[in-house]
């Protein structure tokens, strides 16, 4: 599967923005879909995870009640929407597949390009 991710951009703290990764050659209902992020001088760390079934999310506490991971099937896309944004959450964003929504990185296969996202105080 190739994974196909949505420019970020820049965005006030307080505010929202959507990003969507798009996927070409299988459907996302064959694969658990995480997201990750990577903040400047860190290590890639986990966002947030979708099960393969669509019927189970997985999010880390530092974003916890601000993003949500969705899936639309016929669009064959999964969305990260996140909201009251930080400007700790500034990072590159990748989504990735994988069997199982995993919140460890070197368990997927599967990558999408990263996509910059930069919150402004």
């Known amino acids: 599967v190739q994974l196909q991710a949505s420019r970020g951009g820049l965005v006030q703290a307080g505010g929202s923005l959507r990003l969507s990764c798009a996927a070409s050659g299988r459907t996302f209902s064959s694969y658990a879909v995480g997201w990750f992020r990577q903040a400047p001088g860190k290590e890639r760390e986990f966002a947030a995870a979708?099960?393969?079934?669509?019927?189970?999310?997985y999010y880390a506490d530092s974003v916890k009640g601000r993003f949500t991971i969705s899936r639309d099937t016929a669009n064959n896309t999964v969305y990260l929407q996140m909201s009251s944004l930080r400007p700790e959450d500034t990072a590159v964003y990748y989504c990735?597949?994988?069997?199982?929504?995993?919140?460890?990185?070197?368990?997927?296969?599967?990558w999408g390009q990263g996509t910059l996202v930069t919150v402004s105080s």
């Open positions: 979708l099960a393969r079934t669509g019927d189970s999310t």
């Open positions: 990735a597949a994988s069997a199982r929504p995993y919140s460890q990185d070197y368990n997927y296969g599967y």
